[in-house]
């Protein structure tokens, strides 16, 4: 009895195999899209809103890391600027610092700013020239 339900079986499915694909790739069901019903449709709709949702919401959840990495790199930016400033200011005091080593360097300065003067010289300061207004004269 099983061997009869088994080839009645393998009938059917022979059967259903000849609607679906007669030789020369015609049959009775060949024009018809059998795997295309309205809710294989709707679940490829459903499955891209979800996809969708997804990316979505991955890149919700990490817009306030991508605007805090955005806001240190300016800051690095910043702080690199501020570091090439004072670089040229410590390598400016270095160079001073290393005049200050000469004696003659610090003599000239004290006579300048300070206006100190060896015994026996006389210091004559002079006024710097009066700016005039050159559009006044015009």
């Keep these: 009895m099983a061997a009869r339900s088994c080839k009645r ?3 059917i499915i022979v059967f259903q195999k000849s609607l679906i694909a007669l030789p020369g790739g015609r049959g009775l069901l060949a024009g018809m899209n059998l795997g295309d019903s309205i809710w294989d449709k ?3 709709i459903v499955l891209t809103l979800v ?3 997804a990316v979505l ?3 919700l959840w990490y817009r306030p890391v991508i605007q ?3 806001r240190m790199r300016e800051d690095k930016l910043d702080l690199e600027r501020k570091i090439a400033v004072e670089t040229e200011t410590a390598r400016k005091l270095d160079a001073s610092l290393h005049a200050l080593q000469d004696p003659r360097t610090v003599e000239r300065l004290a006579r300048e700013r300070l206006s100190y003067a060896k015994p026996g010289e006389d210091v004559i ?3 710097p020239p009066a ?3 050159t559009s006044a004269l015009r």
Excluded: K, L, P, S
């Design 131 to 133: 700016q005039t207004n």
């Design 9 to 11: 079986a393998v009938d």
């Design 57 to 59: 919401g991955i890149g």
């Design 125 to 127: 300061h002079f006024d």
């Design 68 to 70: 805090e990495n955005q």
């Design 51 to 53: 996809v969708v949702a």
């Design 42 to 44: 709707f679940t490829r």
